[in-house]
C-alpha cells in the first residue's frame, strides 16, 4: 500500500505544470533583481519621467508659445503619453538582455531562452504600471486631476501597448542574440521613436502630410487612443485605429517565436 501512495506521490508534471513553475520561480527572481540589484532603482523608474516632464514642460511654456492642449490637460496628457511610451519601451529594451543574464539556467532542459524574455516583458509590464499608478495617486494630492474618463478603455490600450512592446521585445531579443551590434542600434532609436510617437507634440497640431507618415507608428496609434479614453473632450486625428497595433504585436510575437525555436541552441551557447 505504501509503494503505490509514493508512487501516485511522484507523479510526472504535465508540460504546463512545469512552465508555469519555471515562471513563476523566474519571475520572483527576476523581481528581486530588478529592484533589489541596483539601490537606486526605484528612484530611478519614478524619477526618470519624473524629470522629462518637467523638462518638456518648461520647453513648452518657455520655447513653444504654451502648454494649452486642446480638449486635455497638459500636464496629465503628458504623463499619459509618457507613461504609455515609457511601457512599451521597457518592454521593447529590457528583454534584450534577458538571454545573457539567464544564461546559466539554460543547464535545465526545463528552461529556455524564451521563458527568460517572456518573464521579463511581465515584470516590466508590472513594474511600470505600479510606476503609473503612483503618479495617478501623487497627482491627487498636488490637485492634478488623473482620473481617467473611460477607465476601461485606458486599461485596455495600456494592455495593446504592453502586447506591442513584448512582442517586439521577443523578436528584438533573438536579433540581438545573434547580431549584437543591432541591438546597440535599436537601444539609441528610443529617442527618435518618442519624438516620433506624439509624446511630446499633438499629433493634431501637426501638418496634414506629416501625420500621414507618424500615422504609421503603431505606438502613436495606442498612446492616442489611451488619450482619447483619459480625456472627455481631446480630439486627435481621425486614423487611430487600434486593430493596426494588435497587427504589429501579433505579427512580431509570432515571428518572434518562430525565430526563438529556429535559433533556440544557438541562444543558448550565447
Same mark, same amino acid.
Given at each position: 500500500?505504501?509503494?503505490?501512495?509514493n508512487?501516485?506521490?511522484?507523479?510526472?508534471?504535465?508540460?504546463?505544470?512545469?512552465?508555469w513553475?519555471? !515562471?513563476?520561480?523566474? *519571475? &520572483?527572481? #527576476? /523581481?528581486i533583481?530588478?529592484?533589489?540589484?541596483?539601490?537606486?532603482? !526605484?528612484? !530611478?523608474?519614478? /524619477?526618470?519621467p519624473?524629470?522629462?516632464? $518637467?523638462?518638456?514642460?518648461? %520647453?513648452?511654456?518657455? /520655447?513653444m508659445?504654451?502648454?494649452?492642449?486642446?480638449?486635455a490637460?497638459? %500636464?496629465?496628457?503628458? @504623463?499619459? $503619453?509618457?507613461?504609455?511610451f515609457? &511601457?512599451?519601451r521597457?518592454?521593447?529594451?529590457?528583454?534584450?538582455?534577458?538571454?545573457?543574464?539567464?544564461? $546559466?539556467?539554460?543547464?535545465? =532542459?526545463? @528552461?529556455?531562452?524564451?521563458?527568460?524574455? @517572456?518573464?521579463?516583458?511581465?515584470?516590466?509590464?508590472?513594474?511600470?504600471? +505600479?510606476?503609473?499608478?503612483?503618479?495617478?495617486?501623487?497627482?491627487?494630492? +498636488?490637485?492634478?486631476?488623473?482620473?481617467?474618463?473611460?477607465?476601461?478603455?485606458?486599461?485596455?490600450?495600456?494592455?495593446?501597448?504592453?502586447?506591442?512592446?513584448?512582442?517586439?521585445?521577443?523578436?528584438?531579443?533573438?536579433?540581438?542574440?545573434?547580431?549584437? #551590434?543591432?541591438?546597440?542600434?535599436?537601444?539609441?532609436m *528610443? &529617442?527618435?521613436?518618442? %519624438?516620433?510617437?506624439s509624446?511630446? @507634440?499633438?499629433?493634431?497640431?501637426?501638418?496634414?502630410?506629416?501625420?500621414?507618415?507618424?500615422? !504609421?507608428?503603431?505606438?502613436?496609434?495606442?498612446l492616442?487612443?489611451? =488619450?482619447?479614453?483619459?480625456?472627455?473632450?481631446?480630439?486627435?486625428?481621425?486614423?487611430?485605429?487600434?486593430?493596426?497595433?494588435? &497587427?504589429?504585436?501579433?505579427?512580431s510575437?509570432?515571428?518572434g517565436?518562430?525565430?526563438?525555436?529556429?535559433?533556440?541552441?544557438?541562444?543558448?551557447?550565447?
Amino acid at each position: 500500500m505504501s509503494d503505490v501512495t509514493n508512487a501516485s506521490q511522484y507523479k510526472p508534471r504535465s508540460a504546463l505544470r512545469v512552465t508555469w513553475d519555471v !515562471w513563476s520561480a523566474m *519571475t &520572483l527572481r #527576476e /523581481f528581486i533583481a530588478r529592484t533589489t540589484a541596483d539601490r537606486m532603482a !526605484w528612484f !530611478w523608474m519614478i /524619477f526618470e519621467p519624473l524629470a522629462t516632464i $518637467g523638462i518638456m514642460i518648461l %520647453i513648452r511654456s518657455h /520655447f513653444m508659445g504654451g502648454r494649452h492642449i486642446s480638449g486635455a490637460d497638459f %500636464i496629465p496628457w503628458m @504623463i499619459t $503619453g509618457l507613461m504609455g511610451f515609457y &511601457l512599451f519601451r521597457a518592454c521593447m529594451i529590457q528583454p534584450m538582455g534577458a538571454i545573457s543574464a539567464n544564461k $546559466g539556467l539554460f543547464t535545465y =532542459r526545463q @528552461i529556455t531562452p524564451f521563458d527568460a524574455v @517572456i518573464v521579463r516583458c511581465y515584470v516590466e509590464g508590472m513594474l511600470q504600471s +505600479f510606476v503609473f499608478l503612483i503618479f495617478i495617486l501623487v497627482g491627487g494630492l +498636488f490637485k492634478i486631476n488623473m482620473m481617467a474618463d473611460h477607465a476601461f478603455g485606458v486599461m485596455m490600450d495600456w494592455f495593446s501597448l504592453w502586447a506591442l512592446g513584448t512582442g517586439m521585445g521577443i523578436l528584438l531579443s533573438v536579433v540581438n542574440g545573434l547580431v549584437p #551590434e543591432l541591438g546597440k542600434i535599436i537601444r539609441l532609436m *528610443t &529617442l527618435p521613436l518618442l %519624438i516620433l510617437s506624439s509624446v511630446i @507634440i499633438p499629433v493634431s497640431m501637426l501638418p496634414h502630410k506629416i501625420q500621414e507618415y507618424l500615422a !504609421w507608428n503603431p505606438i502613436l496609434h495606442g498612446l492616442e487612443s489611451m =488619450r482619447l479614453n483619459y480625456f472627455e473632450f481631446y480630439h486627435s486625428i481621425d486614423k487611430v485605429n487600434l486593430t493596426y497595433l494588435w &497587427l504589429w504585436a501579433l505579427s512580431s510575437m509570432v515571428i518572434g517565436l518562430m525565430m526563438h525555436i529556429r535559433f533556440a541552441p544557438r541562444l543558448k551557447m550565447l
